[in-house]
């Protein structure tokens, strides 16, 4: 029997509550694939920082990195909003992906049909948008240095960051979009600002130097202004989108509210080797938290993600993904979703009722 | 009689075909207001490439300088898509901020009643769409320093830009933002990165610090990847926003293609003292160039600013904005906006019903 170490990272807010759906659904999916997980909880973000003083300790990133693959629910919260940046929960985050390796983010944004009337984009145009933005997501100007304060020459204060890219980190991104653009609808468009940066100016032509390598995906490139507005007038002309860590949290975050279903999506955050990160990409929603209201579906999509990108078990992955359509075709959402003639649920009804589906 | 000195940049593209009925609409509008207008018409980007050389010519900034005001058609176009950066038309623009230090860009975005079907929003998410984008434009990653290429500690290639703010420079804007929240609706929402970026983390400071100033005006604080998202889910809960020049490139494209018509959103730009630049917010879009099909509304509208915001004749801009909605009741459409019913005219006939309606 095959048996995998997961580890949990349930963190703040709503976190918990949806994780913990989440790994009723691995049990169950395990018990009827003949595989088994075991789990290590750990914390992260605010609930280490109130119990660790840090928002990254040293015990959750090694037993990650021990572990097959690593699910994650949300960090953040107001309790520590006006923390120094070292003491951020944001920051704990930051620290895991950088130190797990995870440089390559997977964001698909879909449109479902069943929740097609949740977008705020004409039918017509939400119908059908089934796209994934690949973000780089452990360089770029999240990690560049220098940073920090100081003074310029006429002794103001200044804020500053570096926006930085080296070769090996746009070749391995660009590796990434090409074989998810390979495996999809074959186009791969790259989305920089090559007219204005030089760091775009790299990018643009490292991966464009790559093209040749994969002469079945038609490769175009796009400024980063005119794909957030492209992503709002046609956004089915896009099938893979890679970009830079900044860009990507900016875009991604974009194309997921044209679905209008963010409670719905999940996200894979990979590296060259070792374990996976697999998150919800909504946030911690502290304004729900702990009232049994958090829609747990993305972070159950996660869980297929990480049985599918992690560990190789698509047939796993595939139950989950069916369950989650039945549940949905059989009338339940929660709130974040509901309508008339829907059935009103809380987070733990809609985990009991994918179990349901399983 | 009043008499002022506007600068013609026609520039690339469609540029030359939308000036020129700008400059019509402004003639028989002085005519009307009893003040009068010169006009030099200097070259910039593209046309300023192929004509001495480079993208911005001195004598072209100078002239610019002297003047009242500034009209820009458009720059940019395939043909020096693969210049090297100091030859781009785009570095033309951007040297063209700087040397006017206009560092406060106004970019509308309105939903007219006329328009509403051109969104790709649904109709009630679209309606009353009313917000004004104020992009930080002189600083930031855009002018920061150091940039450029080189290598890392490993001897990969490295492109490299600097994301860097001064509280002089935040200031300066934050005060233009609060101004023009104050004459709007009273809200601010400033948009940044401050749970990551440093010079996020001061821009926020410095904006906050500013509010004391301005207890009529109601500031709010959005990251930028939660603000591209709620342009979508609710773009009626914005009045103002203020962020700074990259994330202000990608928010305010976002924000007018929300309204399904950029060919009709004009832009200022305006410095401290001296001429502020006006141009419509869209491109050189030379794929249309000299087919007389460009939508000449955007220009005619950045002249509409021109005279509110750098000469202080609203009633002229008055008269020019009453114009264009007028043509629109007529139902005169270019080709971007034309739907069954409407009536398609060119460039050159919208130019001319604009003027029958003046
Ligand atoms: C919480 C924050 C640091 C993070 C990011 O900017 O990467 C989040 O927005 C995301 O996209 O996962
Ligand atoms: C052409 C380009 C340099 C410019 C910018 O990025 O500022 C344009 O996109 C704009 O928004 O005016």
């Not at 790259?190 to 032509?205: C, F, P, Y």
């Not at 900016?250 to 209008?260: F, K, V």
Request: proline share 4%; charged share 25%; with cysteine.
């Amino acid at each position: 029997k095959k048996s995998y170490n997961i580890t949990l990272l349930p963190g703040d807010g709503i976190g918990p509550e949806v994780v913990s759906v989440a790994k009723q659904v691995l049990n169950l999916t395990a018990s009827l694939e003949g595989i088994e997980f075991k789990y290590q909880e750990m914390p992260v973000g605010g609930a280490a920082l109130d119990l660790t003083g840090v928002p990254l300790p040293e015990e959750t990133l090694s037993v990650a990195k021990q572990s097959d693959a690593i699910l994650l629910g949300a960090i953040g919260g107001y309790k520590w909003d006006a923390n120094e940046k070292h003491l951020k929960p944001e920051t704990g985050l930051l620290q895991l992906r950088e130190g797990l390796g995870v440089f390559a983010n997977l964001r698909p944004a879909t449109v479902l049909p069943q929740l097609i009337d949740s977008s705020t984009l004409k039918r017509e145009v939400a119908q059908g948008v089934d796209l994934m933005v690949v973000r780089e997501l452990t360089g770029g100007i999240y990690f560049g240095k220098p940073r920090g304060f100081g003074k310029n020459e006429n002794g103001d204060e200044i804020g500053f960051n570096t926006e930085v890219y080296a070769t090996y980190e746009i070749d391995r991104i660009a590796r990434v979009a090409f074989e998810t653009a390979r495996k999809r609808r074959g186009k791969l468009c790259s989305v920089d600002k090559a007219n204005v940066l030089e760091a775009s100016m790299l990018w643009r032509k490292r991966v464009t130097m790559m093209a040749s390598e994969y002469p079945d995906v038609e490769l175009t490139h796009m400024y980063v202004d005119n794909a957030a507005m492209q992503l709002i007038r046609d956004p089915k002309q896009f099938d893979t989108i890679v970009t830079n860590n900044i860009f990507g949290d900016i875009l991604s975050d974009e194309a997921s509210m044209l679905t209008g279903s963010i409670g719905m999506l999940p996200s894979a955050s990979i590296g060259d080797s070792g374990p996976g990160l697999y998150e919800p990409i909504h946030g911690s929603a502290p304004d729900i938290a702990g009232q049994d209201k958090a829609n747990p579906l993305a972070t159950v999509l996660s869980v297929a993600m990480l049985l599918k990108y992690g560990l190789q078990e698509e047939a796993a992955a595939k139950r989950i993904e069916n369950a989650v359509l039945e549940t949905l075709d059989k009338g339940f959402r929660t709130g974040d979703l509901f309508s008339t003639g829907m059935k009103l649920v809380g987070c733990k009804e809609m985990g009991e009722q994918v179990l349901k589906s399983i």
